[in-house]
């Protein structure tokens, strides 16, 4: 499994083909600044969530992330300031992303509804052990290239809309692409494009129900369209359902042990062949909003 598994990857390297390069989530609304810099002090609070994601378990060389975010708006409520940090290893390449993001808010007098533009400028660092790779031709000088802390500068961009009960967002989190040099084994980091929008509603005392999609685009991938709805019991018990269309369905069940504090697992399993290969991912997330201006919380943030 592992020769094919690193078999694939290569192809995908050296070939014409690009599929998605970015980590992706099962529970993605609640790493939000991941994707969109323009998110930073949206919750008007200072707010950190991590994630950890083991895809396809028990294919070795699989993908494995973890991913740290943390922002606030700032002392002049209009400016909000977050950093981001991601850890993704996928066969012998392993990324490292330090983002920094700023946003900016426009309120309006007529209606509750903020407008954010935001901006992210970092690094990232590559690591690639290209000698791991199976090959029938073990002499290929392509595979003796490798990387160590190869620093690679990024900046990205977004919008972000959002009201009381429902939210829209659009993104390019990188901007800058390497490019590609077709006599050698080069790492080539395309373009991603993204999409976000939802809202919640609350059918009674008990239940909010709160849906939500992302389209993800890249050049010469097909759109990759991920749809979720989630079921939020008493403020307390979220229950959702996650599809990845062509790719992956799956859920997600989180507690909220305050209104601060909340604990959440993802699981989802492979639709494409994949699955007999491998028993599933699995996602865990804690996040954590704290205090601001001693301001009370008196309800969760849905998105």
């Given at each position: 499994m592992?020769?094919?598994?690193?078999?694939?990857?290569?192809?995908?390297?050296?070939?014409?083909?690009?599929?998605?390069?970015?980590?992706?989530?099962?529970?993605?609304?609640?790493?939000m600044?991941y994707?969109?810099?323009?998110?930073?002090?949206?919750?008007?609070?200072?707010?950190?969530?991590?994630?950890?994601r083991?895809?396809?378990?028990?294919?070795?060389?699989?993908?494995?992330?973890?991913?740290?975010?943390?922002?606030?708006?700032?002392?002049?409520?209009?400016?909000?300031?977050?950093?981001?940090?991601?850890?993704?290893?996928?066969?012998?390449?392993n990324?490292?992303?330090?983002n920094?993001?700023?946003?900016?808010t426009l309120?309006?007098?007529q209606?509750?509804?903020r407008?954010?533009f935001?901006?992210?400028?970092?690094?990232?660092?590559?690591n690639?052990?290209?000698?791991?790779?199976?090959?029938?031709?073990?002499?290929?000088?392509?595979?003796?290239q490798?990387?160590?802390n190869?620093?690679?500068?990024?900046?990205g961009?977004?919008?972000?809309?959002?009201?009381?009960?429902?939210?829209?967002?659009?993104?390019?989190?990188?901007?800058?692409?390497?490019?590609?040099?077709?006599?050698?084994?080069?790492?080539?980091?395309?373009?991603?494009?993204y999409?976000?929008?939802?809202?919640?509603?609350?059918?009674?005392?008990?239940?909010?129900?709160?849906?939500s999609?992302?389209?993800?685009?890249?050049?010469?991938?097909?759109?990759?369209?991920?749809?979720?709805?989630?079921?939020?019991?008493y403020?307390?018990?979220?229950?959702g359902?996650?599809?990845?269309?062509?790719?992956?369905?799956?859920?997600?069940?989180?507690?909220?042990?305050?209104?601060?504090?909340?604990?959440?697992?993802?699981?989802?399993?492979?639709?494409?062949?994949?699955?007999?290969?491998?028993?599933?991912?699995h996602?865990?997330?804690l996040?954590?909003?704290?205090?601001?201006?001693?301001?009370a919380?008196?309800?969760?943030?849905?998105?």
């Amino acid at each position: 499994m592992k020769r094919i598994f690193c078999t694939l990857l290569l192809m995908l390297m050296i070939g014409s083909l690009y599929a998605q390069q970015e980590a992706q989530f099962t529970q993605y609304m609640d790493n939000m600044l991941y994707y969109n810099p323009a998110y930073a002090g949206s919750r008007d609070l200072i707010s950190v969530s991590g994630i950890h994601r083991q895809q396809w378990v028990g294919m070795e060389g699989a993908p494995m992330t973890q991913s740290l975010s943390l922002h606030s708006p700032l002392k002049y409520e209009s400016l909000g300031l977050g950093f981001s940090m991601l850890n993704d290893r996928v066969g012998p390449i392993n990324q490292t992303w330090l983002n920094l993001d700023f946003s900016y808010t426009l309120r309006f007098k007529q209606h509750d509804g903020r407008l954010s533009f935001g901006l992210k400028g970092g690094i990232n660092l590559l690591n690639a052990r290209y000698s791991q790779l199976y090959t029938p031709d073990v002499n290929d000088p392509k595979l003796a290239q490798n990387y160590s802390n190869n620093v690679l500068p990024n900046i990205g961009a977004g919008i972000y809309y959002h009201s009381k009960h429902w939210f829209i967002g659009a993104a390019i989190p990188r901007i800058v692409q390497s490019i590609e040099d077709p006599t050698s084994l080069t790492y080539v980091d395309k373009r991603h494009y993204y999409i976000t929008f939802g809202g919640y509603f609350n059918i009674n005392r008990m239940l909010k129900i709160r849906p939500s999609g992302m389209l993800k685009l890249t050049e010469n991938a097909p759109i990759a369209i991920d749809a979720t709805l989630a079921f939020i019991f008493y403020d307390k018990i979220w229950i959702g359902g996650n599809y990845r269309v062509m790719e992956s369905g799956g859920g997600f069940l989180q507690y909220q042990f305050s209104p601060q504090f909340k604990i959440g697992y993802g699981f989802d399993v492979s639709t494409s062949r994949l699955f007999r290969h491998n028993y599933g991912t699995h996602e865990i997330l804690l996040s954590y909003d704290f205090l601001y201006k001693k301001r009370a919380i008196t309800s969760p943030r849905y998105f």
